[in-house]
């Protein structure tokens, strides 16, 4: 039984970098958020939750994890909804609990996949693909937001700044995208151009340089072209879903919390929602937790500061669904991966399969 991959030791340079994420989230949690609103006062508007308002809560949070299983399976032909629920939960819950915890998901995304037959060349191509989608959606959101904000009259010179650089990220990578992939060439001057920039990181290092990044762009341009030709619209129709899916599970945190169309309309906590997602991209905490949090409250309570106590509660509620939720599923995940014998194949078998068919299946 294959254990997780890309291990690394722990560093006193780790170890200072897990207290200082912590001293950051208890900062946030004691310090900051207390001053929008009372703990006491934030939980007794948790606690007039109705049955049948918790219960629809619920249902949209499901909701949303099966949207991202939906968006994970169009990036891997041939990996069946259970291994996807597993996958995605048990990897979500690395990134979510540990400083890092991106990069040390990744490697646990190989040994996962590795254990079911997939090879290198497939998990690659699976990471690439869902980060590159996921990139360009989270890029796409505020521009989005902005012409919601337009059409509902509360369009502010903040988002429209923000949204602007926005684009120009987004532009920046659509181009480079578009590039990579109309020219091998090009794509194998990015892979030796990273390889130069890697190697001298890790010369400082005292580490030894890589090399053949330059042929392996090339590989991953040409199977990445195979996969988007017959899976693009698959791949774009659910990764927007469970972005969609997410907001709706704020929204509805909002309007069952008391906060009504009124006070927060959903085109600004759309925006809110849009540009509290690229913190998610700042790895200072893991998954963020903390500073996203306080993203999504102060940008709330700026369109409404009488019910601050109650936006503080949708907050929170809403990321107890979608983000605490997520470690206890992902524990549950991993045990079901490592003894659920069944979805293992020989290495022999797994050594054959260097290619899974991305046609349609």
């Known amino acids: 039984m294959p254990e997780p991959k890309g291990r690394t030791r722990l560093t006193w340079k780790r170890i200072v970098g897990y207290v200082i994420s912590v001293a950051i989230v208890v900062a946030i949690f004691a310090w900051a958020i207390p001053k929008y609103a009372d703990y006491h006062d934030v939980i007794s508007a948790i606690r007039t939750l109705t049955p049948l308002e918790l219960w629809s809560l619920v249902a949209a949070t499901i909701f949303n994890l099966v949207t991202y299983w939906w968006a994970n399976q169009a990036a891997m032909p041939g990996m069946g909804i259970g291994k996807a629920a597993v996958l995605t939960q048990t990897t979500t819950s690395v990134a979510n609990t540990l400083p890092a915890g991106g990069a040390i ?16 060349t497939n998990v690659a191509l699976y990471v690439g693909v869902t980060g590159i ?19 509902s009259g509360h369009l502010t010179p903040a988002y429209i700044v923000a949204a602007v650089v926005g684009l ?27 390889v130069r920039v890697v190697s001298w990181f890790r010369g400082l290092l005292r580490k030894p340089r890589v090399t053949g990044w330059g042929e392996g762009a090339a590989r991953f341009r ?75 409250i102060g940008g709330l309570t700026a369109f409404d500061s009488l019910e601050k106590a109650q936006i503080v509660a949708a907050v929170l509620l809403f990321r107890a669904l979608t983000y605490g939720i997520q470690i206890p599923i992902g524990g549950f995940t991993y045990v079901i991966w490592r003894v659920k014998s069944d979805w293992r194949r020989p290495a022999d078998v797994a050594a054959q399969r260097e290619r899974v068919s991305y046609f349609p299946a």
């Open 105 to 120: 998901a990744i490697g646990l995304t190989y040994s996962i996949l590795d254990s079911w037959g997939f090879t290198g």
């Open 168 to 194: 120009a990220f987004l532009g920046a990578a659509v181009v480079l995208f578009a590039l990579l992939f109309r020219s091998e060439t090009f794509a194998i001057r990015i892979g030796n151009a990273l």
């Open 222 to 296: 040409r199977d990445t072209i195979t996969l988007v030709r017959y899976r693009w619209i698959r791949l774009t129709l659910f990764t927007v879903l469970s972005q969609l899916a997410l907001f709706f599970v704020l929204l509805l945190s909002l309007r069952h919390m008391g906060v009504s169309e009124h006070e927060v309309s959903s085109a600004e906590a759309f925006a809110v929602f849009a540009f509290s997602r690229l913190l998610s991209a700042v790895p200072i905490t893991p998954g963020g937790v903390g500073l996203i949090d306080l993203g999504y």
């Open 133 to 151: 989608w996921n990139i360009f959606t989270k890029l796409g959101l505020p521009m989005l937001a902005l012409v919601f904000l337009a059409l």
